[in-house]
Every structure is written in structure tokens, then in C-alpha cells.
């Protein structure tokens, strides 16, 4: 006999792997997404997502980071196929740099294996001009996954332990009266016993009341160059890279052939003066066109700190990041009713996480109960 039927409203990264954790604790479960599964219109698109485990947003996440990562690596070897990419991470920046204190910080608490290096020492070892004064610190546990065969693999999973999936199935309304009920756009009324509302970008529309006021949605670029042929196998060879300083977080990719041919970058955090003017957006309507002030940025900071990797700009991609205040996830119950749990606020570095959210969430949804692992990302923790 299945256990309770829960529908999980919005099948991105949480959504496949809470669904792929519900249905191997026994739950009956639907997904209901509302565009393909693995699409451009959320927060994973772009074809890889960084893991690293010298967590400058603090040390509290490196044991989640390293749940995610055996569950990523497990599920690898169930598929057959490759997920995650070790290629170790090298973050560079000022010592009095704040955040990429906080990294090396992480790495000191939580034990995890660092190397911290001069500018000399790293000007020779990787393609970066790192400037003087600055140092680099290298995690050889830092690489990265692979979006598509990430979520395909999750979705795989779930529907072989009975999961049902339902594509282009946009809810308009998630009701809890007597029993909890979803609406879709064509007017078809769903029971279950419990939801799930894992919809990126799209929460706070569908949920307004869950953190009133406190999403914020913001648009970030992916860019892809073209560098010179000469450069590529440097390049290649470089692990995953994150850069802390006056342009902001700007991180990076080994030159590659993922989903697009070429070497890819994305600033996560804009510099202090852009990122506080800076709007957020509504996903129905964000402008997915790519503009010269978009790449201009990316262009300047190649130019000063990785020249190996200037060149044309091949590809660019708009992706969400749903942002909390404190840039923590928010993960809870609808408040006065745990028959509907909401995971999101992701706030653009959920993706590494995923499986182990997806098993913390489904064992909260089935007990009842937040596991201590999630009591730091309760609603309560986002007031003020
Ligand atoms: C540019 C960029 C770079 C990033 N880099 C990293 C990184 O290097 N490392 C890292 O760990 N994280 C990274 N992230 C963050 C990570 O990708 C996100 O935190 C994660 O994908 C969020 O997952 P989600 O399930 O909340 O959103 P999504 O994956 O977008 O899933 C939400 C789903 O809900 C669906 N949906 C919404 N509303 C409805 C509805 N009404 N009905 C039905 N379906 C609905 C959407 O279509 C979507 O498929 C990055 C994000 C971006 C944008």
C-alpha cells in the first residue's frame, strides 16, 4: 500500500529531488510542473552549477554540502553516468575581503582540505592574474554538476519508485481547506494529503503570504567566450574558480563542451554600489534579452584578472536567483497548517544542496516535523 499522496508543485532542482525522496520513503507522488522538466525559464538553467564546500556564507552548510555530495555521487553511479565533475575549486581575492575570509573560515571549522597560496604561487599555477597581495586558497573536494543528467537522473529515480509527472501543468492556486487542493490553469481540482511548493522564482506569485515582502527575485547572466585557441588547454585544465573583490563574486568554469562549447562565467554578487540599486524582477516578465551593459562587466573582468579567457561572446543565458534578505533558504511549513510545506529562497546557491534537501523536506512533509538540519531555514529565522 503507497503512503500519503503528495502533490509537488513545480518540478526545477527542489521539486525533482524532494519527489525523487518522498517516493523512496513510500509517499504516493505527483509532480506538477509547468513548462518542460529542465528548462530556461527558472533557476537551473545554464547547464553547470559549481559545489564547493569552503562555504564563505558560513560553515553551517559544509555538512549539508557533503550530504549532497554522496547523495550526488550515489545517484551517479545508480545512472550510470557522470553528475558530478571533481575538479577541485581555487577562490582568489584581498585578504580584507570579508566573504572570501569566510571561506578560508569554513575550511579552518569544518575541516575541510585547503591550500592557501601567494599571488606568485598562483599566478603560476593557474591561468589567473591574481594581483599582488592578493592570496588563493584551493579545495580539492570543489567541481561541479551537470544540470541536465542532475535532474534526469532524479526524475528517473522518483518515477521508477512510482512517481507520477505531469509537464506543462501550471498551478494557479494551492488550497487548504478541509483537504488540500490544487488548481491548474485548465480548471482540474487535485486532492492530496499533503503539497509541496518548491517553485523557484515563481513562489512569491503563487504563495504571496508565505514571506511577504522578502523574496526577491533578481536577474542574473551566464556568458559563454570563445577564448584563443592557444589558451584552451589552460583553460581546460583549470578547476572550478571564484574570484572576491572589487567586481564582486565572479566565478567561472574549466573551459569545456557542457550544453555550450566554450569558457564560461557569471558574477553571483554584484559590487556593493551595483547590487543595492539593484531591482528585483518578475519572473512572468524578466527580460531574457541579452544586453551589451549585461556582458561589458564580464568583459572587464576578464580583462583584468583572466586574460587567457577573453575572447567573443558565444552564448549568454538569463537565469532567477530567489533571494531571502539573509541569503539563507527558507524551508517550513505554510504557517498554521503543516499539510503544505515550502522550500525556496534558494537565493542562488541551492543547486549543490539539492538531494539532501529533498530528503530533508520529505521526511518533514512525512512526520510532520522540521529535522533539525532545516531549523536554521524556518520561517521565523527571515523576521525582522
Ligand atoms: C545563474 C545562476 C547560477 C547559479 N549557480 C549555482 C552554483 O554554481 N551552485 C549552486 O549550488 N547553485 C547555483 N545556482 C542556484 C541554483 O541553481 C538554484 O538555487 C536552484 O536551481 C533553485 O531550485 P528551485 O527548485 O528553487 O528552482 P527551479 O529549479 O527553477 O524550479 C522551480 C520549478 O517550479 C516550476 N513552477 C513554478 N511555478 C509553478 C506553477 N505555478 N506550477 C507548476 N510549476 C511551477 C518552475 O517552472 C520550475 O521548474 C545558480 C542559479 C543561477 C540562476
Redesign the pocket.
Known sequence: MRGPKVIV???????SATAWALAARGAEVTV????SHV?E??????Y????RESYHEGAGYVPLVRRADALWRALGEKAGETLLVRTGMVEFGPEDDPDYQGAIAACVSAGVEHELMDAAAARRRFPIAVPAGWTACFTPSGG??RVGPCLEALKREAMSLGAAWRTG????EVALGERPRVLLDDGALLPADQVVV??????PG?LPGFMPGKLKVLR???AWTRPDPAEIDRLAAMPVWASFGPAGFV?GFPYGHEGVTGFKL?C?VPPPEVGAAEAGVDPERVDRAIHPADLAPLAAFLAEYLPAGRGEFVHATV????CTPSTDFVIDHVPGDRRAWV??G?????????PAIGELVADAVLTGAAPEALRAFARARHAG
Request: a positive charge.
Open positions: 508543485v513545480g518540478g526545477g532542482t527542489m521539486g506538477l510542473e509547468r513548462f528548462h525559464y527558472g533557476s537551473h538553467s545554464g553547470t552549477r559549481i559545489i561541479y554538476l501543468a501550471r498551478v494557479r518548491t517553485a523557484g522564482a515563481y513562489l503563487l542574473r547572466v551566464l566565478y557569471a553571483h537565469c532567477l536567483y530567489t522550500a525556496g534558494f537565493s542562488g546557491h541551492g543547486f549543490k544542496f539539492a
